[in-house]
């Protein structure tokens, strides 16, 4: 039985293939100086597109990625019109509006394009507000139509509610999601559905070690291995119990797959592309070297019964949970990329605020207004000891979280992540908050958030009712952290 590969919308005028080819590994096939011939790469696209799998999913540092797919599009896809969704992933710190314009237009350029499908944005620090900044500005070159739409890339659940709340028109967030990382399950798929957002999913086939190559075999030198995505995933398998955990996944997905009669990968796929909220999977390609079209074809021959879902479940439940939310993987220990740290791809994270020198002590402004009309500093640090005033949800002249008591706490809490990150401390230094809520109806989301993020820390804390200044604020929190030594 062949189907025509599923559609879907992902937003109003974005229909894409349930199945994206990804481009990720152009990168890996250029490393060490290496260039792919440009022409044979892009006429490499042209059987994915003539079965129906019109989607393709890169990145402005994905090698020569952009260029292919712009090559293909102006000389080999007339009538064809397939979808090309980047990203653009800055490096931390200083950002200004041109900036912005330019990285946009550099893309528009290699895709030889006059508007980008769907604009993925990453950011690296969330303790850096210029993440937010960022988001703005490329809202303004949406509405100039520059871009038709705006998506998110590794953004974990607190973040993502942040940026939909404060406004920005966010339609999709690309996250791991497979088999062996289900963090989307634990948060994500459920705020998704509820902010009206989709998930494209990458590592799905976790570098092709969710296939029969790897059932039964031996573990693999970890040392010795191939391509950067089978170094990515292999931390992700170890983080997830070792090869024999995925061996357990394994037998569960190949027992599956034969009752179906389709491929383990087929299965794997499938899973993921069932679950809430999940617009699409994304399938990486090594594009003129091989192609397993015919294979991902058959993902939609089928859907997942009750008792295959079942046993997938059950042997997911035995695996260690990957840390963290999604996306941490990039932003906190440990690393789970192919080198185990961010070396590849950012330098140094600067601190999100310039420190000034004080009586006696350093502090730093975050440039709210109530600063300079009250006269304090946003955090001052004396010796180990590091203050943080009373804080809200205020960027600039922007309030950030929109109504949203949960969002507008989390928000909060980065910037006072962010004076102690400049002051020479870290979150986990904090050992006493204070959090103001003017309506003790939103305790509850309040307390959850603070609770999320200060889990393992534990701060002593005090939650009271107060009178906020100003409205639109819903919470007011200072802390106090001690830099040990």
């Known amino acids: 039985m062949n189907l025509a ?13 349930r199945v994206l080819t990804g481009l990720w590994q152009i990168a890996d096939m250029e490393r060490d100086g290496r260039a792919l011939k440009l022409e044979a790469a892009a006429s490499a696209m042209t059987p994915y597109v003539a079965a129906g799998l019109t989607t393709f999913d890169m990145a402005d540092h994905y090698g020569s990625a952009e260029d ?9 896809g007339a009538g064809r019109c397939p979808e090309l969704l980047t990203k653009w992933v800055p490096k931390p710190g200083p950002v200004s509006r041109e900036h912005v314009r330019t990285a946009v237009t550099r893309s528009l350029e290699r895709l ?4 980008i499908a769907l604009l993925q944005f990453h950011a690296w620090s969330y303790s850096d507000p210029r993440w937010l900044d960022c988001l703005f500005w490329l809202q303004e070159l949406k509405r100039e139509g520059l871009i038709r739409q705006l998506g998110l890339t590794n953004f974990d659940t607190a973040h993502l509610r942040i940026a939909v709340r404060s406004g920005i028109e966010v339609v999709s967030n690309q996250v791991c999601f497979s088999l062996v990382d289900r963090r989307p399950l634990v948060g994500m798929t459920g705020l998704c559905e509820e902010l009206g957002v989709k998930l494209l999913a990458y590592g799905t086939l976790a570098g092709g070690f969710l ?3 790897w059932l039964g075999k031996p573990e693999p030198d970890w040392d010795r291995l191939e391509t950067w995505s089978q170094m990515k995933y292999g931390r992700f398998i170890r983080a997830a119990g070792g090869w024999d955990a995925l061996q357990g996944v394994l037998r569960a997905a190949a027992g599956v797959a034969r009752r179906q009669g389709v491929s383990l990968a087929a299965v794997a796929c499938r899973y993921v592309l069932e679950q809430p909220a999940v617009a699409g999977v994304i399938v990486g390609a090594r594009l003129g070297e091989r192609e397993h079209i015919a294979d991902t074809l058959r993902v939609f021959e089928f859907h997942l019964e009750d008792e295959d879902r079942a046993e997938l479940d059950a042997a997911g439940a035995r695996l260690r949970p990957i840390p963290g939310d999604c996306g941490d993987e990039y932003r906190k220990p440990p690393y789970l990329t192919a080198s185990g740290d961010l070396s590849p791809h950012i330098e140094t994270v600067p601190p999100p605020y310039d420190v000034r020198p004080g009586p006696g002590r350093s502090l730093v ?5 109530w600063e300079t009309i009250a006269g304090y500093c946003r955090a001052t640090r004396a010796g180990g000891r590091i203050l943080v005033s009373g804080t809200t949800a205020t960027h600039g002249d922007r309030l950030v979280g929109g109504a949203d008591p949960a969002a507008q706490t989390h928000f909060i809490i980065d910037k006072i992540a962010g004076a102690i990150e400049s002051l020479g401390g870290r979150l986990d230094h904090v050992v006493r908050t204070r959090v103001y809520v003017r309506n003790v109806a939103d305790w509850e989301p309040v307390a959850r958030a603070h609770g999320a993020r200060f889990a393992g820390i534990l701060p002593a804390n005090t939650l009271v ?7 639109e604020y819903l919470v007011e929190m200072e802390a106090e952290a001690v830099v040990p030594g």
């Open 112 to 115: 030889q394009a006059e508007t």
């Open 365 to 369: 402004l975050s440039g709210t207004p």
């Open 211 to 213: 296939s029969e190559r």
């Open 68 to 76: 292919i797919a712009g090559l293909f599009v102006a000389r080999y």
């Open 465 to 471: 009712q107060a009178q906020l200044i100003g409205e």
């Open 5 to 17: 590969p599923e559609r879907t919308e992902l937003a109003p005028g974005l229909t894409i293939s």
